[in-house]
């Protein structure tokens, strides 16, 4: 199971820390990734990070601004997400994948929404 939270209205280049805690696996096995999905839009990748942490990949549109970690003692993922743009306003979700880019488990999303 995972679980996002941190989701926020907030001002243009405002931040925002989101978290997923994950429950009911060996965490530590899989490839994370954080996705949005904007109102009529399709849902996009946003950052993924390997098992240890040790690689990590972003979208075009949030690198330099965002940056995913992780703790795998806390079975948390975040993303921090700074210098927010109103363009970034959607429902954020993690998600778990034992081979990338078969995300196979999903959390039920937070909203974030950015005022320009």
Avoid: H
Avoid at 3 to 16: K, M, W
Avoid at 51 to 64: F, I
């Amino acid at each position: 199971q995972l679980v996002e939270s941190g989701g926020g209205s907030v001002q243009a280049r405002d931040s925002l820390r989101l978290s997923c805690a994950a429950s009911g696996g060996t965490f530590s096995s899989y490839s994370m990734g954080w996705f949005r999905q904007a109102p009529g839009k399709e849902r996009e990748f946003v950052a993924g990070i390997s098992w240890s942490g040790g690689s990590t990949y972003y979208a075009d549109a949030v690198k330099g601004r965002f940056t995913i970690s992780r703790d795998n003692g806390k079975n948390t993922v975040y993303l921090q997400m700074n210098n927010l743009k109103a363009e970034d306003t959607a429902i954020y979700f993690c998600a778990a994948a034992r081979k990338v880019p078969q995300y196979a488990y999903w959390g039920q999303g937070t909203q974030v929404t950015v005022s320009s």
